[in-house]
């Protein structure tokens, strides 16, 4: 059965880090885009960094550009977020999903994932 497992999350001052992982398992992930999404209480779900099957592409929402990076390894069918310089306005449930049917150019849209993960919870204290 194919499932993706996050993991990492917490509570963390403003300006700290978190790594975020998700874990992959019941089938072949290493030839698909990979992408972490978050959503805030009352908010929609929201684009966060994807990462192409190769991890060649990579690509961030404007808000985290420069604070968060996005990474795989393939080997240990295993995907990263790590989160610096982390903000009040970064509190969220974090999502990791698989885009396993469309073409990485619809990596920003929630709607090309097929595989999602149960979330793991991150805030960040003022």
């Known amino acids: 059965q194919a499932q993706l497992v996050e993991s990492g999350g917490g509570l963390v001052q403003a300006g700290g880090s978190l790594r975020l992982s998700c874990a992959a398992s019941g089938r072949t992930w290493s030839t698909y885009g990979m992408g972490w999404f978050r959503q805030a209480p009352g908010k929609e779900r929201d684009f966060v960094a994807s990462?192409?099957?190769?991890?060649?592409?990579?690509d961030y929402t404007d808000s985290v550009k420069g604070r968060f990076t996005i990474s795989r390894d393939n080997a240990k069918n295993s995907v990263y977020l790590q989160m610096n310089a982390l903000k009040p306005e970064d509190t969220a449930v974090y999502y990791c999903?698989?885009?396993?049917?469309?073409?990485?150019?619809?990596?920003?849209?929630?709607?090309?994932?097929?595989?999602w993960g149960q979330g793991t919870q991150v805030t960040v204290s003022s």
């Open positions: 990462i192409s099957w190769s991890g060649g592409s990579t």
């Open positions: 999903a698989a885009n396993t049917q469309y073409p990485y150019n619809y990596n920003d849209r929630d709607w090309a994932y097929r595989y």
